[in-house]
Nanobody, 121 residues
Framework: QVQLVESGGGLVQAGGSLRLSCAAS????????MGWYRQAPGKERELVAG???????YYVESVKGRFTISRDKAKNTVALQMNSLKPEDTAVYYC???????????????WGQGTQVTVSS
């Protein structure tokens, strides 16, 4: 059974940092792109960051220079380091995996349960 389990969410003041982690299990994800979506209340879900099996990264414009995605293929983990957080970063963050064989996230095959990130002003 495939599982993506997120951790590291919480409440932080604007300007602060959080690190989200995702542990994937149930299969080998070395050929998968991994990434993070988020959904804020009343807004559509958006892809925040992704990383291909080869290490190519993608960031939505609003987080460039503040967020960094990384992965450890041997441990089947992916992390999102979030710095200089803003109130508009408040959302539920979801870890995803997409079997793209080298490409970036297109249509995730697997989703985690989500972790809440709240940034106070």
């Amino acid at each position: 059974q495939v599982q993506l389990v997120e951790s590291g969410g919480g409440l932080v003041q604007a300007g602060g940092s959080l690190r989200l982690s995702c542990a994937a299990s149930g299969r080998t994800f070395s050929s998968y792109a991994m990434g993070w979506y988020r959904q804020a209340p009343g807004k559509e879900r958006e892809l925040v960051a992704g990383i291909s099996s080869g290490g190519t990264t993608y960031y939505v414009e609003s987080v460039k220079g503040r967020f960094t995605i990384s992965r450890d293929k041997a441990k089947n983990t992916v992390a999102l380091q979030m710095n200089s957080l803003k109130p508009e970063d408040t959302a539920v963050y979801y870890c995803v995996a997409d079997q793209t064989y080298g490409g970036l996230i297109r249509r995730p095959d697997y989703w985690g349960q989500g972790t809440q990130v709240t940034v106070s002003s």
